[in-house]
């Protein structure tokens, strides 16, 4: 069936470095993925999406790649600060509309 | 209109009463989705409304659980007779349709439902 999955459950980064969070997907048919921020006790927050006419979309300080060969898509953050701290998930648009997610990458800055 | 809003932000019911949440989405957005999510988890989708048509239900929402949204505006989630299986975030999004493009959904801050 659908999966999406995150390789690290838990990202520890300095203040001021560069973060990558990584994702795989399952269903080579899928052509939408988003990246959402979730802050403890809150919604979560959309950050950036890609469609998988593309490789690459940039953003403020966030980047997306895709690479559909190995059904694999990172988020990079640079310059990560402490407001960075959160769960990060990738998720799957589907056909369907409804939005399929994984277990989520808790980012930790240090200051 | 600031995003999608929720109500209410917490309830804590006793085991066996009812619950009612409200979504209230983007005022443009046509599509609605019910997810939930519990702790350490991503949000898992429920049901789907486009306009006032309810679309999708996933299998996870068992005959307890309705919802409705008569005028394609607002919606509501019900659950009949809580369990303590039911206590979760139970998250809103909002989308709006572009002919077969699929446009990013926007969450709410959710409600969270504790079952005593």
């Known amino acids: 069936g659908e999966s999406v999955g995150l390789h690290l459950p838990t990202l520890s980064v300095q203040e001021g470095d560069n973060s990558i969070i990584n994702c795989a997907y399952s269903?080579?048919?899928?052509?939408?993925f988003i990246w959402y921020k979730q802050e403890s006790g809150k919604g979560p927050q959309f950050i950036i999406d890609?469609?998988?006419?593309?490789d690459k979309r940039q953003g403020q300080r966030v980047t997306v790649l895709l690479n559909k060969t190995v059904k694999h898509l990172s988020l990079q953050i640079a310059a990560t600060q402490p407001g960075d701290s959160a769960v990060y998930f990738c998720?799957?648009?589907?056909?369907?509309?409804?939005?399929?997610f994984g277990q989520g990458t808790e980012l930790s800055v240090k200051p | 209109d600031t995003g999608v809003s929720q109500d209410p932000r917490h309830k804590i019911t006793k085991r066996g009463q009812n619950v009612t949440f409200r979504c209230d989405p983007i005022s443009e957005h046509n599509r609605l989705y019910w997810y939930r999510q519990t702790l350490g988890q991503g949000p898992e989708f429920l049901t789907y409304f486009q306009n006032e048509a309810q679309l999708e239900k996933s299998r996870l929402l068992s005959d307890r659980f309705s919802a409705e949204r008569p005028k394609g505006s607002f919606s509501t989630l019900e659950i009949q007779r809580t369990e303590q299986g039911d206590s979760a975030m139970y998250l809103c999004a909002s989308s709006s349709t572009s002919g077969n493009t699929l446009e990013t959904q926007y969450f709410g801050p959710g409600t969270r439902l504790l079952v005593l």
């Open positions: 269903n080579s048919a899928s052509d939408y």
């Open positions: 890609i469609r998988s006419n593309m």
């Open positions: 998720a799957e648009n589907t056909a369907g509309g409804k939005l399929i």
